[in-house]
Nanobody, 121 residues
Framework: QVQLLESGGGLVRPGGSLRLSCAAS????????MGWYRQAPGKQRELVAD???????TYADSVKGRFTISRDNAKNAVYLQMNSLKPEDTAVYYC???????????????WGQGTQVTVSS
């Protein structure tokens, strides 16, 4: 059983910053990649940023230059530093991980429970 525990959401004014954290626990052989998705009311869930075990990163165009994803392999954790936040960044942010639970086994996708980020004056 694998669990993803998120923290760090909240209410912030436009132009402000927040840092999201997510730690994976449980039966883990290899974490292939970790990342963050978000879902705003009435919209589809979208990729925000992703980082592989080799530290290759992917960002949505809308957050490039403002958000930074990083990873601590020793802690099975991923972080999202969000700067220059805008009202359109308001959404529930979900941690996502692709994990191999057994050596040589299949890779499964896991989701956190979500954390609310609200950008408003």
């Amino acid at each position: 059983q694998v669990q993803l525990l998120e923290s760090g959401g909240g209410l912030v004014r436009p132009g402000g910053s927040l840092r999201l954290s997510c730690a994976a626990s449980g039966s883990i052989s290899t974490i292939i990649a970790m990342g963050w998705y978000r879902q705003a009311p009435g919209k589809q869930r979208e990729l925000v940023a992703d980082i592989t075990s080799g530290n290759s990163t992917t960002y949505a165009d809308s957050v490039k230059g403002r958000f930074t994803i990083s990873r601590d392999n020793a802690k099975n954790a991923v972080y999202l530093q969000m700067n220059s936040l805008k009202p359109e960044d308001t959404a529930v942010y979900y941690c996502h991980a692709r994990i191999r639970v057994r050596t040589g086994g299949a890779v499964f996708a896991y989701w956190g429970q979500g954390t609310q980020v609200t950008v408003s004056s």
